[in-house]
């Protein structure tokens, strides 16, 4: 893929760059046995929960759950982007980024910084014509806009004539496919000469997040034919799915984002930050995607979703729901703020002011009971049937949720309104399976008045002796140690595995994280995680990532051999007893008994 980064280069950043010195640089760190630690910098705390690992190349808040690696801390504290963030920490240690097939963008480089050039033209020409158009300028007059905020997001006008903007910039042939390539201009049905896409409209710059501008919007003044707004078309420069209209100016207002809120049209989000809200942004005609999730939590760790009350506005709200499940991860919030009927932002908070709209967002709905809400509609939960309906709607969503506290939460909140327990783990893959079970069992067990079994132990601190603790999961160790020191990879036997057919959750992981460090030799810790950052067993092994690991490296090594040779055993337990089995169904051929004969003569030995 053009543009693509190999993983061979970013393990070899990663074992170059120091994190304790990147972060060190943005937050005072301070020495605390092998690792450092330090207030961490994504979420208010007295105490410090913020833990820096050289060794490891990775920074975990117990707090928070805010984790990675060097790359990762640069896109969630300077809040760059993947390739920008790479592009910074190799010029920290003097390489130069190789792009597979060269950077996406080099090809047309100077194409690209000639769209920005004629956007920004563009975005000009607008606000020449709306200090030249009195009705333009009394509509934002009666929306209550003032001259500072006017100039703050950069209003403009489209005149209504078909060649405005074309006569002003597109001279030659090549401005007017500039121009076109921008969505500035289109073409009728029949083609022939392209016209101004934009006309009669008041203008609204739609920008980056580095604040240039890559598309407008545009609202006609009187009515038409045509539609109420109207947005830039896809370009190469704007993707309305992956954009969101002031996010910049959020940016600009404060250092620390402390809540963004989400609402629907241009007008309410300027209107909002004119009242002191500065931390609205909208989506651009389109449903919230998990792009736009995506990029609204790792801006902050609170979003508020403002929609109309009515069936309209709630459906907007369920597919923005959907979205953001799959990235509800550790202390992260979503809320939902349902308005009254005929009401917008715009319209409340020129009523009710700041504080009025404050109380509103107060009391907005949390996605848990937003969600709950949505799927018990139209089903009865006192029947059994309803129950077993409502469990089925929910599984594959619930599912889809990071593990963690709200995922946790949700079963409980599942489990409370169906008291099913096995329904939920059907779609689950086996790795996430085990633990979606014992929560439901444990809870079902409280709910009937016992205490339930107990949950299983985390993998305790391996023993003196270098033996594997039975009571632990064996697979899970594995992974952990091999997880947090990647040369022991060394010490595993070349494929094919002795422990590959074990029916055990976990044994695909840790045979794919096996090959990976084979394959990788420069990779750490951090470098793994980075490669499972959107895979559903990327929670898991976080966990993993900061698991106390008590020893020094030889015993450590060692416990590591020790544990894939009792997989190595359970695996030959395991074909024992498929063939037992077996010949109690309906016999073996020549070749399995011998197989079991010898596999029964190595039991005894």
């Known amino acids: 893929m053009a543009g693509r980064i190999p993983d061979s280069f970013i393990d070899d950043l990663l074992a170059r760059v120091d994190i304790v010195d990147v972060i060190q ?23 410090p929960s913020f833990t820096v690992s050289p060794h490891k190349q990775f920074y975990h808040c117990f707090g928070c759950g805010a984790h990675g690696s060097a790359i990762k801390f640069l896109m969630d504290y300077d809040r760059l982007e993947f390739p920008d963030a790479i592009e910074e920490l190799a010029g920290r240690v003097g390489l130069k980024v190789p792009y597979e097939g060269g950077r996406a963008a080099a090809p047309q480089q100077s194409d690209t910084a000639d769209l920005y050039t004629v956007l920004d033209q563009s975005a000009r020409y607008f606000q020449r014509a709306l200090a030249d158009s009195a009705t333009a300028k009394a509509y934002f007059d ?6 500072a905020t006017v100039a703050a997001f950069g209003l403009g006008y489209a005149p209504d004539a078909y060649d405005g903007l074309r006569s002003a910039l597109g001279n030659s042939p090549q401005r007017i496919n500039l121009l076109e390539k921008a969505g500035m201009l289109t073409r009728g049905d029949r083609g022939g000469m392209p016209y101004d896409r934009f006309r009669g409209r008041v203008m609204f710059p739609i920008q980056d997040r580095r604040g240039r501008i890559i598309a407008f919007g545009g609202r006609v003044l009187e009515k038409s034919d045509g539609p109420k707004y109207l947005n830039s078309p896809e370009t190469p420069l704007f993707h309305k799915g992956r954009e969101l209209f002031a996010l910049w100016q959020v940016r600009q207002a404060q250092q620390k984002i402390g809540r963004i809120i989400v609402v629907e049209g241009y007008m309410d989000v300027i209107a909002l930050h004119q009242h002191g809200l500065p931390q609205a942004v909208a989506t651009l005609g389109t449903a919230t995607t998990r792009e736009h999730a995506e990029i609204l939590f790792r801006n902050c760790s609170d979003v508020y979703f403002c929609f109309d009350g009515d069936r309209a506005g709630r459906q907007a709200a369920w597919r923005a729901a959907e979205s953001v499940l799959p990235r509800m991860r550790e202390g992260r919030q979503a809320h939902f703020l349902f308005l009254p009927d005929g009401e917008d932002p715009d319209t409340l908070i020129r009523q009710e002011g700041s504080a009025g709209f404050e109380q509103r967002l107060t009391a907005a709905t949390p996605l848990s009971e937003f969600f709950f809400a949505h799927q018990e509609s139209g089903t009865d939960l006192r029947t ?15 599912a889809s949720i990071p593990e963690g506290s709200f995922r946790d939460r949700m079963l409980e909140l599942l489990t ?10 059907a779609s689950l893959s086996p790795q996430m399976r ?6 439901l069992e444990e809870r079902v067990a409280q709910l009937r008045g016992s205490s339930g079994p107990a949950a299983p132990a985390a993998p305790q601190p391996p023993r003196s002796s270098g033996a594997v603790d039975a009571q632990r999961s064996v697979v899970r160790y594995a992974v952990a140690l091999l997880l947090q020191n990647p040369s022991f990879v060394e010490s595993v036997d070349a494929p094919p595995y002795a422990f590959a057919a074990l029916r055990r959750p976990g044994i695909g992981l840790l045979i794919e994280l096996i090959d990976t460090c084979r394959a990788r030799a420069a990779v750490n810790t951090a470098a793994l995680l980075q490669q499972y950052e959107q895979r559903e067993e990327g929670a898991a092994l976080r966990k993993l990532a900061v698991l106390p690991l008590h020893g020094d490296a030889g015993t450590l090594q060692r416990e590591f051999i020790d544990a894939l040779a009792v997989l ?6 395991q074909r024992t007893d498929d063939l037992i089995a077996k010949q109690s169904d309906g016999g073996l051929d020549d070749a399995e008994k011998a197989e079991l004969r010898g596999l029964l003569a190595t039991r005894r030995r």
């Open 25 to 47: 640089e943005r937050v005072p760190l301070k020495k605390a046995g092998r690792d450092w630690s330090a207030r961490c910098p994504f979420h208010d705390e007295r105490s």
């Open 142 to 147: 009666g929306r209550g806009l003032d001259a």
């Open 384 to 398: 059994a049937d309803g129950r077993a309906r409502l469990a089925e709607r929910c599984k594959e969503m619930i």
């Open 416 to 425: 409370d309104k169906t008291a099913i327990r096995w329904s939920l783990s």
């Open 434 to 439: 085990e633990g979606v079970e014992e929560m």
């Open 568 to 573: 190595a055993a359970q695996t030959k337990q």
